[in-house]
């Protein structure tokens, strides 16, 4: 069997700009028979996540509130890397420490996703951060209400399986940690 061949781009028909991502939407032809069809496209910047250890193996989460659920989740620290920014775990390492006021003594890339390629074009980079403490109280941007919240590393499952956790970027994150150090990359 192989593989399915790449549909053919035909042209880029509206393209609108909503600062955390870009709209296309695109006209494209189907390899196998030409059929045209219109599909909408998010390009996106990478984003990053990092599961934080303190130093007596407590994970550092956030609580904040999200529109898309309209409700307060628990997840890890993470968000998008900047435009200036060409090093992923030096993202990762800032959302931590702009979320929360942690900062660690070690850093390991976890692995990387995909967060939705059916449309978004960016990826997720996660990361494992080691002997983190906390210098400050966080430096959250305007729009950022986050609570802190330490939770011993052995009770993480629990959360998730008591739906505690639920967003899916962080779940990536956990399974790559839960695999162990490089697993995927």
């Given at each position: 069997?192989?593989?399915?061949?790449?549909?053919?781009?035909?042209?880029?028909?509206?393209?609108?700009?909503?600062?955390?991502?870009?709209?296309?939407?695109?006209?494209?032809?189907?390899?196998?028979?030409?059929a045209e069809y219109v599909r909408t496209v998010l390009a996106c910047p990478d984003w990053v996540n990092i599961v934080a250890l303190?130093?007596?193996?407590?994970?550092?989460?956030?609580?904040?509130?999200?529109?898309g659920t309209w409700s307060n989740t628990l997840e890890i620290p993470g968000g998008m890397v900047d435009p200036h920014e060409t090093?992923?775990?030096?993202?990762?390492?800032?959302?931590?420490?702009?979320?929360?006021?942690?900062?660690?003594?070690?850093?390991?890339?976890?692995?990387?996703?995909?967060?939705?390629?059916?449309?978004?074009?960016?990826?997720?980079?996660?990361?494992?951060?080691?002997?983190?403490?906390?210098?400050?109280?966080?430096?959250?941007?305007?729009?950022?209400?986050?609570?802190?919240?330490?939770?011993?590393?052995?009770?993480?499952?629990?959360?998730?399986?008591?739906?505690?956790?639920?967003?899916?970027?962080?779940?990536?994150?956990?399974?790559?940690?839960?695999?162990?150090?490089?697993?995927?990359?």
């Open positions: 069997m192989s593989e399915p061949a790449p549909w053919k781009l035909l042209r880029t028909r509206a393209e609108r700009d909503f600062r955390i991502f870009t709209a296309r939407t695109l006209d494209v032809a189907d390899p196998r028979n030409g303190t130093e007596d193996q407590r994970v550092v989460l956030v609580r904040q509130f999200r529109f090093d992923v775990q030096a993202a990762a390492v800032r959302e931590l420490e702009e979320e929360t006021g942690f900062v660690p003594t070690s850093v390991e890339p976890l692995g990387i996703s995909h967060p939705n390629p059916a449309i978004q074009t960016n990826r997720l980079h996660s990361f494992l951060a080691r002997g983190c403490r906390r210098v400050h109280d966080g430096k959250q941007d305007g729009s950022e209400d986050i609570e802190v919240v330490l939770a011993a590393r052995a009770e993480v499952p629990r959360l998730v399986q008591s739906g505690q956790i639920t967003h899916s970027l962080v779940l990536a994150a956990l399974l790559y940690d839960a695999l162990g150090p490089g697993a995927l990359r």
